[in-house]
């Protein structure tokens, strides 16, 4: 019986290699989950400032009004536009579902309609800002069915050592969908946000990098409030700023409704 | 604007707009809006048809070539989904693009044809609208007072219309007898019921008021364009799917007024079905698609025009440079007639008030077609806008 060692020896050896892959990808997993359960609020309200700077430093600044739902089996964003007067009155809204197709809506006033927007169009860049459609209907959270996750060495970041986790598209066909093929994040524990992100186009080549510079509580939850975007490839930037964010738990589902864009900026207590 | 002739070698359009708006909001639910637009035409290319315009809407005329209009005045009252809008506006309705199923509220500015920006370009007026929830269903009711029809470019501006079809049978070389205007006083009622299905949207509705396509009538030694009163049904549907959305609408005219080859002048009024279907497609890369097919149906014998009109359009658009460039172009053709239109363009949006934009209207097909009666009007176009 002598010769069932080796083979009883490197079948251990096999399992325990399996069984550290599998703790390795569960505990990405259980880290890509901890960002994905990050406490949300039932609702809140903020004004958005952009500042879109150009790789000639050409700078274009937006103002928004921003209101954000999250009702469990549906998280509502929706964005009107107040300055400058070129966009102001444009309205986009978002219905992120969690059991069925996503949905999203445009209001532009040079149309005087509210359109339906194709929903598989999260890959293409809002208003021209360096941020997705995806990107802002993410909020900072990678989604479980798009993403394979791994951990990656831990890493600085201001001094802090931070867990990385690592994502892979989980087929070509979603990362064309999301504009990424892959993305490594340094995440801060403490909050659940990832602090800082690169993303990688759909050929592997870096793209983009998101860095959040401030989070502040709002209600219960931890808020991203000042965060940026810049294009690695065309060096464009987009730095967004929230001021006079607030938890409002009862938004009235109207300021959500696709039909309403069109009467302009809602007032919100 | 200006836009230089291919056949003519001459200016076709050349003007300049100013479009001030003010807006105040007070007491959180009441909203005020005042928008006018005053526009000087250069080198005789004309602003197009006034008496078109009910005498409450019709603008104030600086000159020959200088016009102050009211684009907008409105009073809105707003509680959550409710808003009740008093005044000078425009009821933008269906779900295609420049394609008008059920869109047939509004009259449109037509002195340009269908070589706009935004097609239709709507002509706003006077009325009352109230939109609403009541059960799940949004419903959206208007009413105008105003009987301002479409504004036509007027005889000898580059797009003025020479087919017979829409000169009550009249060929393009037959002298245009005197015409005059006679707009209707009936008020225009709709009412519109929209209700959200998952992915999808579903509307009917109906309007009841002046059609804003006018027939002749013997008027004297001349004609007057008439725009009789007419009731129209319809329905839309949108869905999307992943990268697509698709659009739906149809509608039947029960009793479109018309034009007979019979003289002198003869009308009628027939049963008119109007149909089409529209794709949006997000493609790869950021370049957007819209296609859609329509027709417009007419029953009976002896029109001035054929019985169904089969238009398609098509745009693909694709925006580079975090949107500050826009390249898009587009086809309009009559597949019943054979011709056509293709329209590219280009747009830079140099900052958030300046924009330039420069592209090309060049028409085939024969000159009795919808499109093929603009053929002398091909044209290339340089515009600029800038925003205070």
Not at chain 2, 246 to 270: I, Y
Request: aromatic share 10%; with cysteine; net charge negative.
């Amino acid at each position: 019986m002598q010769f069932l060692k080796p083979l009883c020896l490197c079948a251990a050896l096999s399992v325990a290699g399996v069984s550290h892959a599998d703790d390795a990808s569960s505990d990405a997993l259980a880290l890509a989950r901890m960002v994905a359960d990050r406490a949300a609020n039932e609702g809140r309200v903020g004004t958005m400032h952009f500042q879109l700077t150009s790789s000639s430093k050409r700078v274009r600044e937006r103002e928004a009004l921003m209101l954000h739902s999250d009702i469990g089996v549906t998280e509502r964003i929706a964005i009107y536009f107040t300055e400058p007067t070129v966009i102001e009155e444009t309205a986009f809204l978002s219905f992120n579902h969690t059991s069925r197709e996503d949905e999203n809506w445009l209001y532009l006033p040079a149309t005087e309609r509210v359109r339906r927007l194709p929903a598989g169009d999260r890959g293409d860049y809002f208003l021209g800002t360096d941020l997705t459609y995806g990107d802002i209907k993410d909020n900072f959270k990678f989604s479980l069915d798009d993403w394979q996750f791994e951990l990656g060495e831990p890493a600085q970041y201001k001094g802090a050592l931070m867990p990385v986790l690592k994502g892979t598209a989980r087929n070509p066909e979603i990362g064309i969908e999301m504009g990424y093929a892959s993305f490594q994040a340094k995440i801060d524990e403490a909050s659940g946000f990832p602090i800082w992100i690169e993303y990688t186009d759909t050929d592997g080549e870096p793209l983009k990098q998101i860095e959040i510079l401030m989070i502040e509580p709002v209600g219960d939850a931890p808020t991203a409030i000042h965060f940026t975007a810049e294009n690695l490839q065309t060096g464009h930037h987009t730095e967004v700023r929230f001021s006079d964010m607030r938890h409002v738990p009862d938004l009235d589902d109207s300021v959500f409704d696709p039909e309403v864009l069109a009467y302009g900026v809602p007032d919100v207590d | 604007m200006f836009a230089h002739g291919l056949e003519t070698d001459q200016a076709n359009q050349s003007y300049v707009q100013l479009k001030p708006k003010v807006t105040a909001r007070w007491n959180r639910n009441w909203r005020a809006a005042l928008s006018l637009r005053a526009e000087a035409a250069f080198d005789n290319t004309g602003l197009g048809s006034i008496d078109t315009f009910d005498e409450i809407s019709r603008p104030l005329e600086l000159g020959r070539d200088g016009r102050v209009e009211i684009e907008e005045a409105t009073l809105s009252w707003r509680r959550r989904a409710t808003r009740v809008t008093l005044g000078k506006q425009t009821f933008a309705w269906g779900v295609l693009d420049g394609l008008q199923v059920t869109d047939r509220f509004d009259a449109v500015r037509r002195r340009e044809a269908v070589f706009t920006e935004q097609r239709p370009e709507r002509l706003s007026k006077w009325g009352v609208r109230a939109e609403f929830d009541f059960a799940g269903t949004r419903m959206d009711m208007a009413a105008a007072i105003d009987g301002t029809a479409d504004q036509l470019a007027v005889p000898g501006d580059a797009f003025s219309v020479s087919a017979s079809r829409f000169r009550a049978g009249l060929p393009d070389n037959a002298p245009t007898p005197d015409l005059t205007t006679d707009i209707s006083n009936d008020p225009t009622l709709g009412v519109r019921a929209t209700r959200r299905f998952g992915e999808s949207d579903a509307s009917i509705l109906l309007i009841h008021g002046p059609d804003t396509e006018p027939v002749f009538r013997p008027d004297g030694i001349g004609a007057a364009l008439t725009y009789d009163t007419r009731t129209l049904v319809g329905a839309t549907w949108q869905r999307s799917a992943g990268a697509r959305v698709w659009r739906v609408e149809t509608a039947m005219v029960f009793d479109q007024p018309v034009n007979l080859n019979t003289l002198p002048l003869g009308t009628d009024t027939r049963q008119r079905w109007l149909g089409g279907v529209g794709l949006d497609w997000d493609l790869r890369d950021g370049v957007f698609l819209n296609a859609q097919l329509g027709f417009d149906h007419i029953e009976g014998d002896n029109l001035v025009r054929p019985n169904t009109d089969v238009i398609s359009t098509v745009k693909l658009q694709k925006s580079f440079a975090n949107q500050t460039w826009l390249a898009s172009t587009e086809i309009l053709s009559s597949l019943s007639d054979g011709d056509g239109t293709f329209r590219p363009a280009l747009s830079w949006q140099i900052d958030d008030r300046r924009r330039v934009q420069a592209g090309a209207d060049l028409v085939w097909g024969d000159r009795e077609g919808v499109f093929g009666q603009f053929k002398d009007a091909s044209r290339v176009w340089f515009k600029t806008d800038w925003t205070l």
